[in-house]
């Protein structure tokens, strides 16, 4: 008699069978962040993939059942992940999620609607286009039909951004950045055929209007401009407003990638450092940055719904012209992707729970960490800081030491599982940088920081 099959996660028994196995998994997160003991594991690349190799086959003969491989593996992860919810885990853009979010991530996983169609989504597929309008209307709020695009996040909405632009202006379009911009810019360039971006320095770090009006006057044909705000090696915000001055002038679209600094629209006290945000065409952000969303929650928000029609695509089992046009909704225009998660449920469900004030105070509370990181910089003998942080970023060295010491006082914090800690090269040299994601974070752990890189320079 051939035995039962594994139980579903969904459907009327699916919460029954899930009860349990969610039991298992959250003793063995607990396990496995004792076992770690810190924001990552010690030992470096080769002990954490020795620990792996050890668990044993990947696909035995005979499987171990539900309850021991979730124990084992669950555990093992926790064990050797760089944990982002502990305050020494602080060198990038990756964010502690929320708890309510992560919980309503397990429901999604559980219901697995595919967003491809309608009849395999159909409560999916209007929350998603009632929060995306909201959203959208957020970073857009004077514009008549503002939209948005759930993506993977800022590399995807980036090439979106890129591909809207050339669909409009064909493949001569030509890009400006500035040398702050995101990696993903230049490679959507290229994996859009268009001409390489043309770079502008950025000494200040930031992007300089009259500089960005000078190559435009020295440039021929369609061009966008893409500004950042919220630059990945030190959280800066390019001046938004008068570089769409600019780029209304010159007659250039204009493209902000906020994947980082976009959510600070909800806080009262920062949501003026994105002046100008409304006045470009095209936005990204990231809502699992300072959105505090497990990966992806990304968005692409357009001021003009009508520029995402040239996304249209049919495929006749999806979206067929008839059932169109008997009124089921058409999802293939909504992204590049065919299959894809419901993302929009954990966004939705922190959007409710939060509101615009919670979201903002949690803004608030790692941009001050942040400034109070800084301050403590500032008042430690041998330590230098490179500038006053404008969202979450600081960046900071010990003075007089060369920069192959700060790799290794980073690599070694790294090894030891002390800390993580990030790197980024500003004004010639290299600094160490903290990215402060974490609202719990404290004045005390900021300080263990301090020490921990003071004990690993040499005197």
């Known amino acids: 008699m051939r035995a039962a099959p594994p139980p ?23 396990a496995g962040a004792g076992e770690r003991g810190g924001p990552l594991p010690a030992g470096g690349p080769e002990e954490v993939a020795r620990r792996v190799d050890a668990l044993g086959e990947v696909i035995p003969g005979t499987g171990t059942g539900a309850g021991e491989a979730l124990a084992t593996l669950v555990r093992a992860l926790a064990a050797g992940a760089a944990d982002p919810a502990h305050p020494l885990c602080a060198a990038h853009l990756h964010t502690p999620p929320l708890a309510l979010a992560a919980a309503a991530d397990l429901a999604a996983s559980a219901l697995n609607p595919s967003m491809d169609s309608w009849d395999q989504a159909p409560a999916a597929s209007a929350l998603e286009a009632s929060v995306t309008a909201a959203l959208a209307a957020e970073v857009f709020p004077a514009a008549e039909r503002p939209d948005a695009l759930v993506t993977t996040g800022g590399t995807e909405s980036n090439q979106l951004a890129l591909l809207l632009a050339r669909e409009r202006h064909g493949p001569a379009l030509r890009t400006v950045v500035g040398a702050n911009a995101h990696h993903s810019l230049a490679r959507a360039c290229w994996l859009l055929g268009l001409p390489a971006p043309l770079v502008l320095p950025t000494p200040r770090g930031t992007l300089d209007p009259a500089a960005v009006g000078t190559a435009l006057a020295a440039l021929t044909g369609p061009v966008l401009v893409a500004a950042t705000a919220g630059t990945t090696d030190e959280g800066l915000i390019d001046p938004l407003g008068a570089l769409a001055d600019v780029c209304g002038a010159r007659a250039a679209d204009f493209h902000v990638d906020a994947a980082y600094g976009g959510p600070a629209l909800f806080s009262r006290s920062r949501g003026h450092l994105l002046d100008g945000l409304d006045r470009a065409r095209t936005v990204t952000v990231d809502l699992h940055k300072l959105g505090w969303q497990p990966a992806a929650a990304g968005l692409l928000a357009v001021r003009d719904a009508a520029d995402l029609d040239v996304l249209g695509h049919t495929a006749a089992y999806l979206n067929a012209g008839d059932d169109t ?5 058409d999802l293939l225009g909504r992204s590049l992707r065919t299959t894809r998660r419901p993302d929009v449920l954990k966004t939705a469900v922190t959007l409710r729970a939060l509101g615009r004030d919670g979201l903002g105070a949690l803004v608030d509370a790692c941009a001050d960490l942040a400034q109070d990181l800084a301050d403590l910089v500032e008042k430690t003998p041998g330590f230098e800081l490179r500038a006053r942080p404008t969202l979450t970023t600081v960046l900071f060295r010990p003075s007089g030491v060369p920069d192959a010491t700060v790799a290794e006082i980073r690599r070694t914090l790294l090894a030891e599982g002390r800390a993580v800690l990030g790197r980024a090269e500003a004004d010639g040299r290299l600094w160490l940088k903290a990215t402060l994601l974490n609202p719990y974070a404290t004045p005390g752990d900021l300080a263990q920081l301090i020490t921990l890189v003071e004990g690993g320079t040499p005197r």
């Open 325 to 329: 046009g008997a009124g089921l909704p």
């Open 8 to 30: 579903l996660a969904g459907g009327a028994t699916g919460a029954d069978a899930l009860r349990p196995l969610l039991n298992t998994v959250l003793d063995a997160l607990r």
